[in-house]
Nanobody, 125 residues
Framework: QVQLAESGGGLVQAGDSLRLSCAASGGTFSDYTVGWFRQAPGKERKFVATISGSSRSFFYDESVRGRFTISRDNAKNTVDLQLNSLKAEDTAVYYC??????????????????WGQGTQVTVSS
């Protein structure tokens, strides 16, 4: 079983950048696909980006494509999410999640068995 912990959130201005990190412990990290999701106040949790265990496959929601970049370092057991050109509508709690389907990427939250506690990103306009 893998445990996940997010870090790197904060308060920034529109147009700024942030780098979120998801640190994993327990299990073999490369056995898991890792995704990032976000939940804005009063809204449902939504998919942001995902990366397969080998990093060969990745996928972004259209709302962040071209602005966010997901990457992973299996030697360090981390998955990062680089957030560039931030907008007010990116304000949310960001969660990382792990799925045992290491070779498949998925945008469905129900496919992810393990979740972190989240990190707050606030973008002021």
């Amino acid at each position: 079983q893998v445990q996940l912990a997010e870090s790197g959130g904060g308060l920034v201005q529109a147009g700024d950048s942030l780098r979120l990190s998801c640190a994993a412990s327990g299990g073999t990290f490369s056995d898991y696909t890792v995704g990032w999701f976000r939940q804005a106040p009063g809204k449902e949790r939504k998919f942001v980006a995902t990366i397969s265990g080998s990093s060969r496959s990745f996928f972004y929601d259209e709302s962040v494509r071209g602005r966010f970049t997901i990457s992973r370092d299996n030697a360090k057991n981390t998955v990062d999410l680089q957030l560039n050109s931030l907008k007010a509508e990116d304000t949310a709690v960001y969660y990382c999640a792990a799925s045992r389907m290491a070779s498949m990427i998925t945008a469905s939250s129900s496919d992810y068995e393990y979740w972190g506690q989240g990190t707050q990103v606030t973008v002021s306009s």
